[in-house]
C-alpha cells in the first residue's frame, strides 16, 4: 500500500508521532539501494497493435486528432452540425476546428450533411420527369377541326343587368390539332351551365372524340351526367343529345397546368385581347358576346407558321384557313372564272388537302422539339415516401404520404401517382412530388475501425412522417 494514504485510513484520533511511517516513509528508504524490493517486470505493449481509433492527443498545438474514417469523428462532427440547427457550415467548421485536428474535415462535414436525415428533408425536391412526346391529339392531321379538345374556364367578368351587376364565365374549347378556339358565355359554373356550353358547341362545331381537360368539379360533374344520359336512350337520342358513345373524356391530375399547356396559353391571349377591347368599361350580355365573337375570330387569325415578307411565298397558316378557307374569311379561295360545278366538291377537297400538307410541312415540326426537360430520371415506385409540394402553403406544412399506386408511360417514366396522406389519397403529377431518402446509410465494415457499424433506418423510416 502507498505510505501516502495512511492519512485516509486514520480513525477519528489520527497518530501525530514523528516517528510514524506517514512521516518518515516507507523502511526501505533508510536501506541502500541495491536492498530495495525490486520492481515487477513490465511486458512491453507493441504500439503496431494499437486500435487506429484511439485519440492522439498533440501536445504541441493542444488539440485532440480524429482519424477521418471513424464513426466516433462523425458522431463529433454530426453533434455540431446539428447544434448549429443544419446551418451555418463554416461556423461549424470553424468550431470544431478549434477543438479538434481532423483531417479532410471540410469533405467530412459535407458527408454528414448528406446523410442527415432532417437536412434530406429539408432539402427534398421533385424530380422532373422527361417531357413526354406529345399525344396523338396534337398530331392527327387531316381529320376535322374540333375533333381533339381541350375545354377550360375563365374569368369572371363583370355585366351590367339592369341595375346590379352579375359574374360570367367564358367557356374556352380549343382545337388540340389546328390550334382553333371557339368561345361560349357561361352564367356559372355549376354543372347544368357548362352542360348547356357543351352542347352549344357541339351544335356548331360538330361533336368530338376526345375531351381533355383538368379535375375541375364541373367537368367531373358534366362527364357523369352525360354517361348517365348515354345509359337512359338509344342512339337516336344521343345523336340529338349532340353525344356518341365513342365520347372520351380525359382529365389532368390536380396542380397539373403545365399539361393543359395548349389551352392555358390560349387563355391568356384570349384575356389580353378582351381586357383591350372592354378596358374597364361595364357592358351587358349582349356587348359580352359580341366582343368575345370578336375575339374568338382575332385569335383563329393569328399565323402558326413563320410570316414570309417576300411576295413569292405563301401566306401564313392559321386556323381560320382550316375553318373559314383564309385567314380573315374574306378571300375568296378558288377562281370563279374557271369554277366548274361539276368538280366543287374535288376543288374544296383539295383546297383542304393543301392546307393539311402545309400544317404537316410547315407546322408540324415545330412541336417536335422539347423545350425543357429533356433527361430520363428515376421514376417513382410503390411504396416511395413523397413530399407533397403546395405552393399555397409553407413549406413545413406540406403533406407527407406514401405512394399507394402509379401510372407508368410507354417509355417507362411515371408522370402521376396516387399518394396515401392522413387526410386522404391525392392523385398528383410527379413534378409536385418529392421522394424522401428514408434508407439508414449503407456502411461499409471496416475492421482497423473497431466500431460497431451504425444503424438507424428502421428508426427514420417510422419518424419520418412525423418530421
Not at 344521343?238 to 356518341?244: C, G, K, L, R
Not at 366538291?345 to 410547315?362: G, P, R
Not at 408522370?415 to 403529377?429: D, M, N
Request: net charge positive; glycine share 4%.
Amino acid at each position: 500500500m502507498n505510505v501516502a494514504d495512511k492519512a485516509t485510513k486514520w480513525n477519528s484520533d489520527p497518530n501525530w508521532d514523528s516517528s510514524d511511517e506517514w512521516f518518515k516513509g516507507p523502511a526501505f528508504l533508510h536501506k541502500n539501494q541495491s536492498e530495495w524490493p525490486q520492481m515487477p517486470q513490465i511486458e512491453t505493449i507493441d504500439r503496431s497493435e494499437y486500435r487506429p481509433y484511439l485519440l492522439q492527443i498533440n501536445a504541441i498545438e493542444n488539440s485532440c486528432k480524429l482519424i477521418e474514417t471513424h464513426c466516433i469523428t462523425s458522431l463529433v462532427v454530426d453533434d455540431y452540425h446539428r447544434k448549429y440547427h443544419h446551418l451555418n457550415h463554416e461556423t461549424a467548421l470553424n468550431e470544431i476546428r478549434q477543438k479538434f485536428h481532423i483531417s479532410e474535415l471540410r469533405v467530412l462535414l459535407k458527408s454528414v450533411r448528406r446523410d442527415c436525415q432532417a437536412c434530406k428533408i429539408q432539402n427534398a425536391r421533385p424530380q422532373v420527369p422527361e417531357m413526354a412526346n406529345l399525344p396523338k391529339a396534337r398530331l392527327s392531321a387531316f381529320c376535322r377541326p374540333f375533333t381533339f379538345v381541350g375545354v377550360d374556364f375563365f374569368g369572371p367578368i363583370i355585366v351590367t343587368v339592369g341595375r346590379r351587376n352579375e359574374k360570367r364565365w367564358g367557356a374556352l374549347f380549343t382545337c388540340l390539332t389546328i390550334r382553333a378556339v371557339h368561345v361560349e358565355i357561361a352564367h356559372s359554373l355549376t354543372t347544368d351551365s357548362f352542360i348547356m356550353c357543351l352542347r352549344n358547341f357541339m351544335a356548331r362545331r360538330g361533336t368530338p372524340l376526345e375531351i381533355y381537360s383538368d379535375n375541375g368539379t364541373n367537368f367531373r360533374g358534366a362527364e357523369k351526367v352525360l354517361k348517365e344520359e348515354l345509359k337512359q336512350v338509344d342512339l337516336g337520342r344521343v345523336a340529338d343529345e349532340f353525344v356518341i358513345a365513342e365520347l372520351k373524356w380525359n382529365f389532368n391530375p390536380p396542380t397539373t397546368p403545365h399539361m393543359g399547356g395548349a389551352w392555358e396559353r390560349l387563355v391568356r391571349s384570349i384575356k389580353t385581347v378582351l381586357y383591350k377591347i372592354l378596358s374597364s368599361r361595364k357592358v351587358g350580355d349582349e356587348s359580352l358576346r359580341c366582343a368575345l365573337i370578336e375575339v374568338e375570330n382575332i385569335i383563329n387569325s393569328r399565323p402558326l407558321t413563320f410570316v414570309s415578307l417576300d411576295v413569292t411565298d405563301d401566306e401564313a397558316l392559321t386556323p381560320n384557313h382550316f375553318l373559314l378557307g383564309s385567314s380573315n374569311g374574306l378571300k375568296i379561295p378558288c377562281d370563279p372564272v374557271n369554277l366548274d360545278l361539276r368538280k366543287s366538291w374535288k376543288q374544296s377537297q383539295m383546297l383542304a388537302d393543301i392546307f393539311w400538307k402545309k400544317w404537316v410541312k410547315a407546322f408540324l415540326p415545330t412541336l417536335n422539339k422539347r423545350s425543357k426537360w429533356f433527361i430520363k430520371t428515376k421514376p417513382i415506385t410503390k411504396g416511395d415516401l413523397v413530399i407533397i409540394v403546395d405552393n399555397d402553403l409553407p413549406r413545413n406544412c406540406w403533406p407527407k404520404g406514401r405512394v399507394v399506386d402509379v401510372v407508368t408511360a410507354k417509355d417507362g417514366q411515371v408522370r402521376r401517382a396516387k399518394v396515401q396522406t392522413e387526410h386522404g389519397v391525392y392523385e398528383r403529377p410527379s413534378v409536385k412530388l418529392a421522394v424522401l431518402d428514408i434508407a439508414g446509410r449503407e456502411q461499409e465494415s471496416k475492421p482497423d475501425t473497431g466500431c460497431s457499424q451504425l444503424t438507424g433506418g428502421g428508426m427514420l423510416a417510422t419518424s419520418a412522417l412525423s418530421q
